[in-house]
Nanobody, 126 residues
Framework: QVQLVESGGGLVQAGGSLRLSCAASGRTFSSYAMGWFRQAPGKERDFVASITYGGGNTYYADSVKGRFTISRNNARNTVYLQLNSLKPEDTAVYYC???????????????????WGQGTQVTVSS
């Protein structure tokens, strides 16, 4: 069992940056693959990025590749999402998710994750 708490969202102008954090409870964080998803009003929850249990592999949606960076600190039970060059279309609630696995294959679907945070709002003004 793991509990996830996101933070770091806010209002930013287009072209700006934010860093989201997701703090996890429990002692087995290093055995979880972690993902970030986002959901805009009236839309489905979309994959943004994921990182394998040790941090050695990262995967991104095409829409954020080159602008967003996912990372993790297993000693601090935290996963991060650095958002750069933000665009108004990045506006959404951002969720982190966890799945206990040592697989290094990408996890791009919401149903591949067992645990979810409550989300943090990111709003990008034009």
């Amino acid at each position: 069992q793991v509990q996830l708490v996101e933070s770091g969202g806010g209002l930013v102008q287009a072209g700006g940056s934010l860093r989201l954090s997701c703090a996890a409870s429990g002692r087995t964080f290093s055995s979880y693959a972690m993902g970030w998803f986002r959901q805009a009003p009236g839309k489905e929850r979309d994959f943004v990025a994921s990182i394998t249990y040790g941090g050695g592999n990262t995967y991104y949606a095409d829409s954020v590749k080159g602008r967003f960076t996912i990372s993790r600190n297993n000693a601090r039970n935290t996963v991060y999402l650095q958002l750069n060059s933000l665009k108004p279309e990045d506006t959404a609630v951002y969720y982190c998710a966890a799945e206990r696995t040592y697989s290094i294959t990408p996890r791009r679907r919401p149903d591949e994750y067992d645990y979810w945070g409550q989300g943090t709002q990111v709003t990008v003004s034009s």
